[in-house]
């Protein structure tokens, strides 16, 4: 049996970024000209943050530890959900937009122990998570399913050529 090549993740628990509300919307003022209020969402190695503009719109703040890794999981996450929203049709995308900051190319911020972080901002997709929901009618399943078979139907099309 031959054995993957070991990384950071396996190494053991990551210590997400040492950032608060107060950094997350520091961030959103200063990279995406937004002035708005955060509250805490749930994350395994990231922080992640949902900020609730003036005008009600939301997004979702994304801070993670800055690695190689981490880098190409980004811009590997940015394309596919590009590649979705370029080849969706029949309205809202059930899947968040990236949003790009003022400034280009991947934006690096320290966290309070002087950490490198990558920072990202996308569309707050409004909703349960799967893992929330206690009782799953079948019905639930099916939805998933069709989403998922029309997901891989675009990786499949002529459209996803274009994005790829």
Request: with cysteine.
């Amino acid at each position: 049996m031959s054995e993957s090549p070991s990384t950071e993740r396996e190494a053991g628990p990551a210590i997400p970024p040492d950032l608060g509300v107060t950094d997350a919307e520091r961030l959103a003022s200063v990279h995406w000209g937004i002035d708005g209020k955060a509250a805490p969402l749930p994350g395994d190695r990231d922080r992640n943050f949902r900020i609730d503009g003036p005008g009600g719109e939301r997004w979702v703040l994304k801070v993670a530890l800055d690695s190689p890794d981490e880098r190409r999981g980004h811009e590997s996450q940015r394309e596919v959900l590009e590649l979705l929203h370029g080849a969706w049709s029949g309205g809202d995308a059930p899947f968040p937009r990236v949003v790009d900051p003022t400034a280009a190319g991947p934006l690096v911020e320290p966290d309070g122990a002087g950490r490198a972080c990558l920072v990202r901002l996308v569309d707050f997709v409004p909703g349960t998570p799967l893992a929330l929901v206690r009782r799953r009618p079948d019905g639930l399943y099916r939805g998933v399913g069709r989403l998922l078979g029309r997901i891989c139907l675009l990786y499949t099309s002529d459209a996803a050529d274009e994005y790829t």
